[in-house]
Each structure stands twice: as C-alpha cells, then as structure tokens.
C-alpha cells in the first residue's frame, strides 16, 4: 500500500516507506507521530485535513516547516533562536527525530 509523503519541495508524492514525522500543512510545523499534542488535535476532530508526513527530518526543513515546541522541544529552540543558522546547520547535519 503506497503512503502519501511530502518532499523537498512541498509537493506530494507516493512511496513504499511511510512516513518518520508528522506535520500541518497549514501551520507548517512537524513533530513525532506519537506527538501528544497532534494526539490530542486529532482526538477533537481537527488537524486531520491538513495533516501531512514526511520521510525523515531534513525533508520536512527542505519543505519549510518547523519543528514542534511540544514533542521536538530542543529542536524548536534551536529554530526559535536563529531560524535561518538553524535551517542552514540542522540541512547539513541531519538528526534523527528524538534528538
């Protein structure tokens, strides 16, 4: 069964693999899937239609999102604190989602 996962490029693309994160194609941040807070936006009903995935990490940056304050706390503050270093640095060193 092919997943729907988001690329580089922000386009949408099927492939074999599924996705390592999760991510809001309107807020365009991305977490964990086992995000509490994504949890719990999705148990209300919301969320769901604007709910995209991606392959690994650098793919969701490449895209343009940011990282989740809840489940990627040191990562968001890292972007918080200087978003264009943070892009620049976190492209060129991938790491995987539970650092």
Known sequence: MPYKLVGADGRSYLSDMPGLLGGHRRLKGY???DCRSARQWIARGHYTRHRVFFADETTAIA????PCARCLPDRYALW???RA???K???????????
């Open 80 to 82: 918080r604190k200087d």
């Open 85 to 87: 270093q943070w892009a």
């Open 31 to 33: 977490g964990r899937l």
């Open 63 to 66: 895209a343009g999102y940011r």
């Open 89 to 99: 640095t976190s492209l060129a060193a991938p790491q995987s989602p539970s650092t």
